[in-house]
């Protein structure tokens, strides 16, 4: 049974894998290619990007697999001879029970110690890999402005890539807009060995350049025209180069975190968010509660002990020429307390929002367990009710299944990110509601259940069309 189940379970597995991968390459594609990347960094991110994808490939693979397992044990006989020897469905699937958990308890170590170590990897190099610029690519007849502070139009070039024709460099080096361009018949474009600097040797042109140091009331704008015969211009390209950003950075994100982390972490955030509500809180008791009664006694000039001669109309308490101002001052503070609120109740979604997805993640790295047991128990009695094995109709049910599953995960996770349900709730979804479908289809199995048999429901059909005949022919 392990031998007959391992196989197109490592089989599935890469499989899965692989069409993940090629999913994450076609939605950065824009993003890797045209920047003259190593091979070397190419492979890094395809690896990190592949470890980060198994908890997607581990359920799908457990799902297949133990289709096609039990499905080929009942298509050739073999399930029905074993249980015709005395031996139940359940004492078939043990091996396989057991596997699948050893497979759950590895998927557990996998997701909390080596998962947050390669969505980092994966992550931080995928982020230097978006912000490198496209390798140098001068056209012909097309402005290049890829080179910070230069504009390079290319008429002509020569079949070796070196010779250029037509040349014109706008130089804006100096952030006054356009004061500089250069022009020129001929010229020759190399790149150092270390790929460090770009140098273009210029031949025959010439140099226009706009003097705008003069005073702002001058009603002169000077323009300086030079000839020369020979001018060669440097060009640093060390911001094509791409640099690798601290991977300290990123290691506080809730992805690159283990269970104990992700606890401390949403204790900290915790801890803050009740001390921000506890300010907040003071703040307004302080700014906007009816404790002002010091300057309400001095401005109507009642002294402490007649408080209670104060009038029920608050306004009636001050003279005229002051009621104007206080009503003004009301509706000043009216309107930066209705700001201080909004920006208030933005600041404490932004708290929730992250605190959620901390939760949310230490919930994953146990629903990942879980689910790969869930969807074993859907599996297994799934592919002993077909009857049927290989890659045909189990990949098709399997993928249904995995479909499904993976819609209500999304949707839990979802309504969790966005404060309509607690994380639990959401993350546990998924599994909740595939569950009651296991135990269903494991005793549909058990019970030699006709489920997917056509034939069973063909004559069901036929014995209620009789049966409805012969009421209606008695009648």
Same mark, same amino acid.
């Given at each position: 049974?392990?031998?007959s189940?391992?196989?197109?379970f490592?089989?599935?597995?890469?499989?899965?894998?692989?069409?993940?991968?090629?999913?994450?390459?076609?939605?950065?594609?824009?993003?890797?290619?045209?920047?003259?990347?190593?091979?070397?960094?190419v492979?890094?991110?395809?690896?990190?990007?592949?470890?980060?994808?198994?908890?997607?490939?581990?359920?799908?693979?457990i799902?297949?697999?133990?289709?096609m397992?039990?499905?080929n044990?009942?298509?050739?006989?073999?399930?029905a001879?074993?249980?015709?020897?005395?031996?139940s469905l359940q004492?078939?699937?043990?091996?396989?029970i057991i596997?699948?958990?050893?497979?759950?308890g590895?998927a557990f170590?996998f997701s909390?110690?080596?998962?947050?170590k390669?969505?980092l990897?994966a992550?931080?190099?995928?982020?230097?890999?978006?912000?490198? #610029?496209p390798?140098?690519?001068?056209?012909?007849?097309?402005f290049?402005?890829?080179?910070?502070?230069?504009?390079?139009?290319?008429?002509?070039?020569?079949?070796d890539?070196?010779?250029?024709?037509?040349?014109?460099?706008?130089d804006?080096?100096s952030?006054?807009?356009n004061?500089?361009?250069?022009?020129a018949? =001929?010229? =020759?474009?190399?790149?150092?060995p270390?790929k460090?600097?770009?140098?273009?040797d210029?031949?025959n042109g010439?140099?226009?350049e706009e003097?705008l140091?003069?005073?702002?009331?001058?009603?002169s704008?000077?323009?300086q025209?030079?000839?020369?015969?020979?001018?060669?211009?440097?060009f640093?390209?060390?911001e094509?180069?791409?640099?690798?950003t601290n991977?300290?950075?990123?290691k506080?994100?809730h992805q690159?975190?283990?269970?104990?982390q992700?606890?401390?972490?949403?204790?900290?955030?915790?801890?803050e968010?009740?001390?921000?509500?506890?300010?907040?809180?003071?703040?307004m008791r302080?700014?906007?509660?009816?404790?002002? =009664?010091?300057?309400?006694?001095?401005?109507?000039?009642?002294?402490?002990?007649?408080v209670?001669?104060?009038?029920?109309?608050?306004?009636?308490?001050?003279?005229?020429?002051?009621?104007?101002i206080?009503? #003004?001052?009301?509706?000043?503070?009216?309107?930066?307390?209705?700001?201080?609120?909004?920006?208030?109740t933005?600041?404490?979604?932004?708290?929730?929002t992250?605190?959620a997805?901390?939760?949310?993640?230490w919930?994953?790295k146990?629903?990942l367990?879980?689910?790969?047991?869930?969807l074993?128990?859907?599996?297994a009695p799934?592919?002993?009710?077909?009857k049927?094995?290989?890659?045909?109709?189990?990949?098709?049910?399997?993928v249904?299944?995995?479909?499904?599953f993976?819609?209500?995960?999304?949707?839990g996770?979802?309504?969790?990110?966005?404060?309509?349900?607690?994380?639990?709730?959401?993350?546990?979804?998924?599994?909740?509601?595939?569950?009651?479908l296991?135990?269903?289809l494991t005793i549909?199995?058990?019970?030699?259940s006709?489920?997917?048999?056509?034939d069973?429901?063909?004559k069901?059909?036929?014995?209620?069309f009789?049966?409805?005949?012969?009421?209606?022919?008695?009648?």
């Open positions: 049974m392990l031998k189940y391992l196989g197109p490592i089989l599935t597995f890469f499989f899965a894998l692989f069409v993940l991968l090629m999913q994450f390459l076609w939605k950065y594609i824009d993003d890797l290619v045209g920047k003259g990347l190593e091979w070397y960094v492979a890094q991110l395809l690896f990190y990007t592949s470890a980060s994808l198994v908890p997607l490939a581990l359920p799908l693979a799902l297949l697999s133990s289709i397992t039990m499905g044990l009942a298509e050739q006989y073999e399930l001879s074993l249980k015709a020897s005395g031996i004492r078939v699937m043990r091996p396989l596997a699948s958990i050893c497979i759950a590895s170590f909390n110690y080596l998962l947050p390669a969505n990897k992550l931080s190099l995928l982020y230097d890999v978006r912000q490198q #610029k390798t140098l690519d001068i056209k012909e007849g097309i290049y402005n890829g080179i910070d502070g230069y504009t390079i139009r290319v008429g002509k070039k020569d079949k890539g070196v010779g250029l024709r037509n040349i014109m460099i706008y804006h080096t952030r006054l807009g004061d500089k361009v250069i022009t018949k =001929t010229g =020759t474009m190399t790149i150092s270390n460090r600097y770009l140098t273009i210029l031949q010439y140099t226009y003097k140091n003069a005073p702002t009331n001058s009603k704008h000077p323009l025209r030079s000839i020369f015969e020979n001018l060669m211009i440097r640093d390209l060390s094509f180069k791409m640099n690798r991977e300290d950075l990123f506080d994100n690159m975190l283990n269970v104990i992700l606890v401390d972490q949403m204790d900290t955030l915790r801890n968010f009740e001390k921000r509500k506890e300010t907040y809180s003071a703040e302080r700014t906007f509660a009816a404790n002002n =009664t010091e300057q309400i006694r001095a401005r109507a000039k009642i002294v402490p002990t007649d209670w001669k104060m009038k029920p109309d608050f306004l009636e308490n001050f003279p005229v020429e002051e009621k104007g206080i009503l #003004k001052r009301a509706q000043e503070l009216a309107r930066s307390g209705q700001m201080y609120i909004n920006n208030i933005q600041e404490f979604e932004f708290r929730n992250s605190i997805r901390y939760e949310i993640e919930h994953r146990f629903t367990s879980i689910a790969c047991i869930v074993f128990f859907v599996g799934l592919g002993a009710i077909i049927k094995g290989g890659l045909g109709l189990p990949l098709v049910v399997s249904g299944f995995f479909i499904l993976h819609v209500l995960s999304i949707t996770e979802k309504l969790a990110k966005e404060g309509a349900w607690p994380a639990w709730k959401g993350m546990w979804m998924a599994p909740t509601l595939i569950l009651p296991g135990i269903f549909m199995a058990t019970t030699d006709p489920l997917f048999d056509r069973a429901y063909v069901f059909f036929r014995k209620l009789k049966r409805k005949h012969a009421s209606a022919s008695g009648l």
